[in-house]
């Protein structure tokens, strides 16, 4: 239900802008967010954005990234500026239903080169 797309290698210093577009209404889901993971480590929570437009970032991407929605295009977007080596990842898409139900995408590559 949730396919992500915009990813691949850019520079340390460049920016990515990631789609993430729901084969549903949007307006099924309280919560959009991007999560990201690395191989060997925990999934990790980047930033979400909920029905109202409140967002939330993790400390580690405030003021780099930011996570935007518009319900009637069913597309949450995250635009990536500054970015380094360690935000290298597969970057995945979820979305979570007012019963806190969470679905996932298959995620897109991120890499940025030194």
């Known amino acids: 239900q949730l396919v992500e797309s915009g990813g691949g290698l850019v520079e340390a210093g460049g920016s990515l802008r990631l789609s993430c577009v729901c084969t549903?209404?949007?307006?099924?889901?309280?919560?959009i967010g991007w999560y990201r993971q690395v191989p060997g480590k925990p999934r990790e929570f980047v930033a979400e954005?909920?029905?109202?437009?409140?967002?939330n970032y993790a400390d580690v991407v405030k003021g780099r990234f930011s996570i935007s929605r518009d319900d009637a295009e069913n597309t949450v977007w995250l635009q990536m500026n500054s970015l380094n080596p360690q935000d290298s990842a597969v970057y995945l898409c979820?979305?979570?239903?007012?019963?806190?139900?969470?679905?996932w995408g298959r995620g897109t590559q991120v890499t940025v080169s030194s």
């Open positions: 979820a979305a979570t239903t007012y019963y806190s139900t969470k679905f």
């Open positions: 954005v909920s029905r109202s437009g409140e967002t």
């Open positions: 549903v209404s949007t307006n099924r889901f309280n919560e």
